[in-house]
Structure formats: C-alpha cells, structure tokens
C-alpha cells in the first residue's frame, strides 16, 4: 500500500498519456492524478487498435473509436506539453477537423514544445489536410516544435510568420508537384519568414529538378539557424542551401 500511494501521488508518473484505450475513465485518471503537471499526449493508431475488443472491427468502427480518444484528449489540451499523433492518413484529415476546438482550448496557454504529425502510407488528397493547418497556424506560436512526417500540405505551407523554432518536414515518397515549391527562391522566401529557427529538417521537401536547376542569387537571412538536416535523392543538390 505505501509504494501504491507513492505511485498514485507522484504526478510526473501520469504526465504522459499514451491514449491507447478509448475510454473516458482512463483519460479522466490520468488527468486527475498528473495534478496539474503539464502532460504529453501520445495517440498512435495501432495503440489503440491493439486495445479494440473486437479485433475483427471494420475500419470504421476503428476510426470512430480513434476519434473519440481524440476528443477525451481535447478536453485536457490547454495543459498539454507535447502532442504527437500518427495513423493512417484518412484517420488524420478527421483528426485535424478538431484542430479549431483545440486551438480554443489553448487560447491563453504557453506554446507546445513539440507537435508531430505523422503517417507511413500516401495520402490520396491533401486539400482537407491544408485547410486545417492553415487555421492552427493562424496561432502563431503553437508550438515551439513541429513536425510532419508523411503528410504534406498543398504548397504554399501554411507556416508563414509562426514562432516554430525545430521544423522537420520529411516526407519518405516523392511528392506531387501541387505539394513542392516552384523553386528554390519560393522556398528559401518562406523559410525566412520563419524569424525564431533554429532547426531545419527537410527530406522530400525540394522543387523538382525540372524546376530547379538555377541557384538562387540573392542570400536569404535566418539569423537564428544553427542546425540543418537534409536527406536528399540522387538528383538533388545541397549547392541552393549555401544561400541560406
């Protein structure tokens, strides 16, 4: 019983929540015992079909299970740390529909320190998933840290003027032209509307040879820029990032 009590009232045990079960008791729990601690929320897809009772559910009924775990998250999400959500990517277009209640619910909150987006397959549309992030950056400094890992937005990104300090946008296929930069110039000119960056992750992420093959002459600032990751393809050049 003393070790129980220990555990029960040490709030930095229950600061991450693993939404794993789609029930409102649990979420409920862990809010109740991280008393007041800011929390990480982690929703993964597989964590939580792994816990559906039925294991023989139709995709459906899987999405709708997801859905309400997402919810039980939004009712704690101004004392949210960090957010990290992955699944398939009809799953997450759903998901970022809710991203107005939560950027209600943060109204007033200290930014994130890191939000992730992440799938493993190709989206067939991109159209919902930019609508929804144009309206989360519309809050400047969401997040200290973001992150997309699969999905991509239509071009141009809605990240223009945010307070992202770590960006990483990989993407592990090749792009439709509709989500890429014209160019490096187009590029280069958004990334230096990003005036706190310090980090620069980008994989899958540049204009495609056939629109890209001059260097950029003019140098772009980003004073904050101490770090920059590249994964790149055959065909393509680190040359355009020395104007950086």
Known sequence: RRWRDIVLN???????????????????????????????????WEDIRKNIINQRAVLHELHLAVMLAVKLAFQYSFRAKDIHISGTPSLLLRLLSELDEFIIRRH????????TIETHEIPSSNIDFNLSLLGMFQQRNLAERFSLKGLSPLWPWPLSGSQIKHLSLRFFSELDVDCLPPSYADLFALLETLSSLEMLELENATPRPQSSRSVPTAYYKLPNLRALSLWLQRYESITPFQQL
């Open 10 to 44: 040490n709030p930095s045990l229950w600061a991450p929540h693993i939404l794993a079960i789609p029930q409102l008791s649990p979420v409920n729990a862990l809010h109740h015992r991280s008393m007041g601690v800011p929390i990480t929320l982690h929703l993964s």
């Open 108 to 115: 007033g909150a200290p930014p994130l320190q890191a939000f």
